[in-house]
Nanobody, 120 residues
Framework: QVQVVESGGGLAQPGGSLRLSCAAS????????MGWYRQAPGEDRELVAR???????TYADSVKGRFTISRDNAKNSVYLQMNSLEFEDTAVYYC??????????????WGQGTQVTVSS
């Protein structure tokens, strides 16, 4: 089992910044990719950013140049620095960690989500 816990959401003004943190615990030795999805009201969950154990990153087009994902493997943690926030960034942000320990294939563990609200 892997437990995933996010922190750092909140309220920001347009153009402002927030930093999300996520820590994995439990069976962490077999975690590969980590990252963030988000889900706005009435919308599907969408990938925001993901990062491999070696630091290769992937971003949604809507956040490129504004958001930066980083990872501390020693702490089993991933971070999302969000700059130049826009109203459209308002959503619940979910951290995920991919566990590769099962012979059945990779399994995604999810955090409980943290609310990010961009409002003036």
């Amino acid at each position: 089992q892997v437990q995933v816990v996010e922190s750092g959401g909140g309220l920001a003004q347009p153009g402002g910044s927030l930093r999300l943190s996520c820590a994995a615990s439990g069976r962490v030795l077999t975690i590969s990719d980590m990252g963030w999805y988000r889900q706005a009201p009435g919308e599907d969950r969408e990938l925001v950013a993901r990062i491999t154990t070696t630091g290769t990153t992937t971003y949604a087009d809507s956040v490129k140049g504004r958001f930066t994902i980083s990872r501390d493997n020693a702490k089993n943690s991933v971070y999302l620095q969000m700059n130049s926030l826009e109203f459209e960034d308002t959503a619940v942000y979910y951290c995920f960690a991919v566990d590769t320990s099962s012979y059945l294939g990779p399994y995604d563990y999810w955090g409980q989500g943290t609310q990010v609200t961009v409002s003036s």
